[in-house]
């Protein structure tokens, strides 16, 4: 179901992107690159579930978009990123004094479609992006602090404690993400300002029957600012 839920989106993409040739609209040759930086709030979706709450960390990447044909008053474009993100989890344990944050990092690649409403050139314009996404993990660390002894693990709701201790198993993720933001175009370049949520379909954790988690993926709330300059731009525009 997982891998059908991605080729339904890649498939999407393409199609999408494949439209400008079909001149149904105006088209466009616009190439856009720059960088990103944000914030990421983000949290391990559990089975059994663990008490967390949003753990936060920077982000920021490259980012480059083409956009492709003007569709009526809507900006048709495709946006590729190459992200560096800290995600994992944060606990909230109040059986005891113990605390604990796994910082699991990874690169993300998000392939997005994108409609904009709004000034092409000089002004405001809303849009919607949404796609696929991919992850590759580098590398994770846990954070343990208070007395983390057999008698305050006990004490865990469900008696659910595995996590501490257990490796990444999972070196690969992929999910879905989407999002609105607001762009000003001005002379020297685009400038972005977003809100984003990811949805994982992959596992952190093993997930089979003999296995303690039947999930565990990352679900995260991202914020950033970006900026883009122009590489190619149409000439003449409709």
């Known amino acids: 179901m997982k891998k059908r839920l991605i080729t339904i989106f890649l498939c999407g993409l393409l199609f999408y992107c494949g439209k400008a ?17 944000g914030y990421t709030l983000n949290q391990v979706m559990f089975n059994p579930s663990i ?3 949003f753990k936060g960390a920077p982000t920021f990447g490259f980012t480059m978009r083409y956009t492709c044909e003007k569709y009526f008053k ?4 495709i946006q590729l990123e190459v992200n560096y993100a800290n ?16 910082d699991i990092n990874y690169i993300q690649i998000p ?3 994108r409609m904009g409403w709004g000034y092409e050139e000089r002004g405001a314009l809303f849009y919607v992006v949404a796609g696929p996404q991919l992850g590759f993990y580098l ?3 846990g954070v343990k602090g208070g007395l983390f002894n057999d008698s305050t693990l006990s004490r865990r709701p469900g008696q659910v404690n595995q996590q501490y201790d257990m490796p990444v198993k999972n070196k690969f993720e992929y999910g879905i993400t989407a999002g609105l933001g607001i762009e000003i175009n001005t002379k020297i370049g685009h400038f972005l300002l977003e809100g984003r949520y990811y949805y994982g379909l992959s596992d952190i954790f093993g997930n089979g029957k003999k ?12 914020v950033r600012a970006s900026y883009l300059f122009d590489i190619i731009r149409t000439k003449n525009r409709e």
């Open 21 to 37: 040739y079909g001149q149904i609209g105006s088209p466009r040759n616009d190439l856009a690159i720059g960088v990103n930086g």
């Open 51 to 53: 008490q967390q709450k």
């Open 74 to 77: 809507s900006l048709c474009s």
């Open 87 to 102: 995600l994992g989890w944060e606990e909230v344990i109040e059986t005891s004094d113990d605390t604990y944050k796994r």
């Open 111 to 113: 392939l997005l479609a």
């Open 139 to 141: 590398g994770d660390k």
């Open 211 to 222: 296995d303690v988690f039947g999930r565990s993926a990352n679900g995260t709330i991202a």
